[in-house]
């Protein structure tokens, strides 16, 4: 059974706004229509639920049963297996909602149980591929399996010594083994391989210039971090590596744009603020540096707020 309040309401609202019989008739349809569709979902129905909500849900001017309706076939669509429709319409909710914590509970299981279907689909078309073992191997690592996760890329190298991401993977690994203070010269090895193998992956790149800066070899350091920033734009932790880099060797001009960059780019990150104001500083600029100084005060006072507010109180 139809809803009678909330179609009675469109009506009232339909006659008030748009007084031409035809078009109050045809909305009032519409939101009835929906109606029925979330009935039938809440009671498992979803094929017959689908029709309804896809053809009506676009037509529905009234906010809360356009979220009603969508969140609805967010979960039918889900159940049926269409995935299309079920990320149609998160999307559509995400724009409608930012920020809705419903919606994002939803999407989060969503692209979990996405993630999952595919995984198994993989499993059974082709358990073989150098695609299935990399994921078995994924979720070794995920679970803090790095010897196995690492036997099983290796595996994938042999037969397929291209493929992008798997060196990178295997650095990861030996780099978690080194910890803080052992060697890193294995994970430098892996990840040289891998720009070499995709000479795009910024985040290799950016890995090799950490460990170029721990030895204090900034030329080298310098060289990595600047290829990261180019290869992607908003890679936001390049920028400021590149530009403590270039003020730790003395070129503090040289630093100042890479800085600038950052903070635009993360502007309530304090350390973006004292490390500009160090290059100001260092290159005549004091107007710049006191005002980059109270950006970073500014900034840390909105980072303590934000701990506290959340309650984790800043010792």
């Known amino acids: ?118 995984a198994r689909v993989l499993q059974e078309k082709d358990p073989t591929s150098y695609q299935a073992h990399r994921l078995e191997a994924e979720s070794l690592e995920s679970q803090g399996k790095e010897d196995q996760a690492a036997t099983i890329y290796r595996d994938i190298l042999k037969d397929h010594p291209n493929v992008p991401g798997i060196h990178y993977r295997l650095g990861q690994i030996a780099l978690a083994e080194a910890g803080d203070a052992g060697p890193t010269d294995a994970a430098q090895a892996e990840f040289e391989k891998e720009v070499v193998v995709d000479p795009t992956n910024a985040s290799a790149e950016f890995v090799l210039g950490e460990l170029a800066r721990r030895k204090g070899d900034w030329s080298v350091a310098i060289d990595h971090f600047t290829r990261a920033a180019h290869l992607d734009a908003g890679f936001s932790e390049a920028y400021l590596a590149l530009g403590m880099s270039l003020a730790a060797s003395g070129r503090f001009a040289d630093a100042k744009p890479p800085l600038q960059h950052y903070v635009q780019l993360e502007p309530d990150d304090p350390s973006g603020h004292y490390q500009l104001a160090i290059a100001d500083a260092h290159t005549g600029d004091q107007a710049g540096a006191r005002r980059e100084m109270a950006l970073q005060a500014e900034a840390a006072a909105r980072s303590k707020t934000m701990d506290t507010t959340q309650g984790h109180p800043v010792q």
């Open 1 to 118: 059974m139809i809803a009678g309040g909330a179609v009675r309401n469109l009506s009232l609202l339909c006659a008030a706004a748009l007084p031409g019989a035809a078009v109050c008739a045809q909305i009032t349809a519409t939101g009835a229509s929906v109606q029925q569709g979330i009935q039938l979902v809440e009671t498992g129905r979803c094929t017959e639920a689908l029709p309804l909500l896809e053809r009506g849900l676009p037509h529905v001017t009234d906010k809360a049963l356009r979220y009603r309706g969508e969140m609805a076939e967010v979960r039918c669509a889900m159940a049926v297996d269409d995935q299309q429709v079920a990320a149609d319409t998160l999307f559509r909710l995400q724009r409608e909602s930012p920020g809705d914590p419903e919606v994002l509970y939803i999407q989060t299981h969503m692209f979990s149980d996405l993630a999952m279907r595919a």
